[in-house]
């Protein structure tokens, strides 16, 4: 660095550059800045940054990306580095195809943060800690897919946080708000709890497939073959009719005149099976028969107000299956599961989940290229498989306070820059990284305000006064 440059730069190959700045005058990681290169000034982005000493002064040293169109590669030395403008940078991600309008961004305040649709072609994880705003987040992207692309959306909602997707709070702009109406047409919210108002949210015993029927039932293939093996031949020699509903199922189990076939109504009855309360009637219509014979521009299945976890499970099963076995049709949806950890977990617990964990990892690896992308919200990386999470090309970091999480997500993300990964734990309320194909670049977000009512809320805390 001169003496006559507060900052400079220099680079080899004209793509990565490396700088020395001064401590009160740098740039900041993820930040932006202006290269004044021989060939005419190119931005870009600062990726690392650490404190250094030379000739007894503490100096700023780091690299980052070129990301403004420039002449073509060109090595260069001693440039001048300088904060970029605020201009130059919001011209820069106006350029974006399919923008989602999501926020701002943290280092330049009205900068609109604008996210790629077309990147949600690939499977991504939301990740924030409880308090980091992470559900307030997912809706406000959820929103902005509702508003922009046609891709549909089935939202798992273990908390019935998104059930007002469908309309917009009061005190939004007359004009935004009827344009929202015109996209949120056709989306349908599915409550666990009948309010007669539509469909509730129900399943079918025949939607969970053989593996999931069976599952519910606690039967091993090995272990338990003979009324494993039972189940499998009734089930698949007797008409689907016949089995509408866990009723009628038990039942022909029980007059069917084979002990080993009564073994197995004995036994879903003894785990109180026939008595989940996500089970459809005859007359009544199935989550996976609404979404093939309605289609829908969106389903919110809201699982909140079922009373037993296993039922919430058998919910995500039930779907998984059935995505997964009309695959073929190749009809492009995005699945967003919030609070993933709970029918997804790195360690299941019984044979439901260990399923439900099986069918997840197989569309995390095979499913894009059959048109199902996948948006997991979870509150730590450590509560999903490994194999499920290193199939994901996006990720959306939220407030992280665990240095271990965060070290965890720069090693299993590694197109996320890990000095802006480590940021995560400074974050405040709303704040993010996002990085992989939905960002031209890693951006660090403020998100923006919600148009639709959050659905599910923390307790008052007036007790504290």
């Not at 309320?429 to 403020?446: R, T």
Request: negative net charge; glycine residues 10%.
């Amino acid at each position: 660095m001169t003496a006559a440059s507060a900052s400079s730069a220099w680079s080899v190959d004209g793509h990565v550059f490396h700088y020395r700045a001064q401590v009160e005058s740098g740039p900041r990681v993820g930040g932006f800045v202006s290269v004044a290169t021989p060939a005419g000034s190119v931005l870009g982005q600062v990726l690392s940054q650490d404190v250094i000493e030379e000739g007894g002064t503490r100096l700023l040293a780091g690299e980052g990306r070129l990301v403004g169109r420039g002449p073509g590669p060109i090595a260069f030395d001693d440039a001048a580095l300088t904060t970029a403008s605020t201009d130059a940078v919001a011209t820069l991600l106006a350029a974006t195809s399919s923008p989602l309008q999501v926020g701002t961004l943290t280092s330049l305040d009205g900068v609109t943060a604008a996210l790629d649709a077309r990147g949600f072609n690939r499977h991504t994880f939301l990740c924030g800690q409880s308090g980091s705003g992470k559900t307030y987040s997912l809706g406000v992207l959820l929103e902005q897919l509702v508003l922009h692309p046609r891709l549909p959306l089935l939202i798992l909602d273990p908390n019935g946080d998104h059930v007002h997707l469908g309309r917009t709070h009061d005190g939004v702009d007359p004009d935004t708000a009827a344009a929202y109406a015109a996209a949120a047409e056709g989306i349908r919210v599915l409550r666990a709890t009948d309010h007669g108002d539509g469909d509730p949210l129900r399943i079918r015993w025949t939607d969970l497939g053989i593996a999931g029927s069976a599952a519910t039932l606690q039967l091993d293939p090995i272990a338990d073959r003979d009324e494993y093996n039972a189940l499998l031949h009734i089930v698949s020699d007797r008409p689907a009719e016949t089995f509408g509903t866990v009723a009628r199922a038990f039942e022909v189990l029980g007059q069917s005149g084979d002990p080993v076939l009564d073994a197995v109504r004995k036994r879903g009855e003894n785990l109180q099976v026939d008595r989940m309360a996500a089970w459809a009637s005859q007359a009544g219509r199935s989550l996976h028969e609404i979404w093939i014979e309605d289609r829908p521009r969106a389903i919110v299945a809201d699982s909140s107000g079922f009373e037993e976890r296993r039922e919430r499970i058998a919910v995500a099963v039930a779907v998984l299956q059935q995505l997964w076995a009309r695959r073929k049709e190749r009809r492009a949806l995005l699945l967003v599961v919030d609070e993933a950890h709970d029918v997804c977990p790195a360690d299941p617990s019984d044979e439901l989940q260990e399923l439900a964990v099986e069918l997840f990892t197989r569309i995390a690896g095979e499913g894009r290229k059959y048109g199902i992308h996948l948006l997991l919200a979870s509150q730590r990386p450590d509560k999903l498989p490994d194999n499920v999470l290193t199939q994901c090309d996006n990720l959306l970091l939220m407030r992280v306070n665990s240095a271990a999480d965060r070290a965890a997500l720069a090693q299993r993300f590694g197109f996320a820059p890990p000095h802006l990964v480590e940021l995560a734990g400074t974050f405040g309320l709303g704040q993010s990284l996002v990085a992989g194909k939905v960002a031209p670049m890693p951006l660090l977000v403020q998100t923006g305000t919600r148009l639709t009512p959050e659905g599910g809320a923390d307790v008052p805390t007036d007790w504290a006064g």
